[in-house]
């Protein structure tokens, strides 16, 4: 597959998801650019805002056998990964498969829960593997994670540990959508009796699976000229040289931005990655990985703020 299928693949998942979901087009880019670049993605906002739906629709789409784990403060580690369980009948232990085994899991309002529970997922996101008891299970090549939360700021929320969050490649913040957007989802679904469903919307399957993985394949032949790692060098390491910042992005962000940079650019149909490439994914993917000094902090400065000045004052190269 070369990177003009690949644009062509993208485009059949925007128009079927399209068909569902309103206003979301930045929102389905970024989850397309984590398949390819074989990350995952959190997704903060309101309820309300179709933040599951999305996750459904997009599953669908792409013939990815959906999980889904809705998180709780009573929520357990074995209730995400399973367990050993005996069984009396054979005198043997035998492995009860939790919701993780699937290729796309849904944790919904992952910060319902806390943080001993969220660090169940940080081998299987990282390693794509579950281990219980000393043996490892491997999960999908194409296990994928897309997570969704509320507001830090509404009761009944935990904070996600720094650990957690760098194992996302991006975090997306959803807004409220426009009037028009608005009047669009009234008109579309004001007349359903309770929550439909991608089957009920006809959202067909457009993608299979060899083709994910000749994507992926496609992904990692795109150009990233040494002008480009400079560049992105330059704009992680500055998140950790502004004083505005008590933490800034690890190496694992370094090669993340790289690795989105070339995703995004097959997504365009471009075998080659531009300063625009990574210019456009610093805020999504640098944005849950810092954490504000002090003083940033009293003087009510936000993260993106800080990041999207970082961005416009480094030096793009031409």
Not at 133 to 155: C, I, K, W, Y
Request: some cysteine; overall charge negative.
């Amino acid at each position: 597959m070369n990177v003009a299928e690949v644009k062509a693949l993208a485009d059949r998942v925007r128009a079927e998801v399209g068909k569902a979901i309103v206003g979301q087009a930045e929102t389905v880019d970024l989850l397309l650019t984590a398949l390819f670049a074989r990350g995952h993605v959190l997704i903060e906002g309101p309820p309300g805002t179709a933040k599951t739906f999305l996750a459904q629709c997009f599953a669908r789409t792409l013939q990815l056998e959906f999980g889904r784990i809705q998180f709780t403060p009573d929520l357990m580690p074995a209730d995400i990964i399973g367990a050993n369980v005996f069984n009396f009948q054979t005198s043997a232990f035998t492995l009860t498969r939790g919701p993780v085994f699937c290729e796309l899991l849904l944790a919904d309002e992952i910060n319902r829960t806390p943080p001993k529970t969220q660090a169940a997922l940080l081998e299987a996101m990282q390693e794509r593997r579950v281990t219980l008891d000393g043996r490892a299970h491997p999960l999908s090549p194409r296990f994928m994670v897309v997570a969704t939360q509320n507001p830090l700021e509404q009761q009944g929320t935990y904070p996600l540990p720094e650990a957690q969050l760098d194992r996302f490649l991006f975090k997306q913040v959803l807004a409220y959508p426009s009037r028009e957007d608005e009047r669009a989802i009234v008109a579309a679904y004001g007349m359903h009796a309770g929550a439909p469903t991608p089957e009920d919307l006809e959202i067909q399957p457009v993608v299979e699976a060899a083709q994910i993985a000749e994507a992926n394949a496609a992904v990692a032949q795109v150009r990233l000229t040494d002008e480009i790692v400079g560049y992105v060098l330059d704009l992680v390491r500055s998140t950790r040289e502004t004083a505005d910042l008590q933490s800034g992005a690890s190496p694992r962000a370094a090669s993340q931005l790289a690795l989105a940079a070339r995703a995004r650019a097959a997504l365009d149909g471009r075998d080659y990655a531009l300063p625009d490439d990574v210019k456009a994914l610093a805020l999504p993917l640098l944005r849950h990985r810092v954490i504000l000094s002090p003083s940033a902090e009293i003087e009510g400065r936000r993260a993106d703020a800080i990041i999207q000045g970082l961005v416009e004052r480094a030096a793009a190269p031409r």
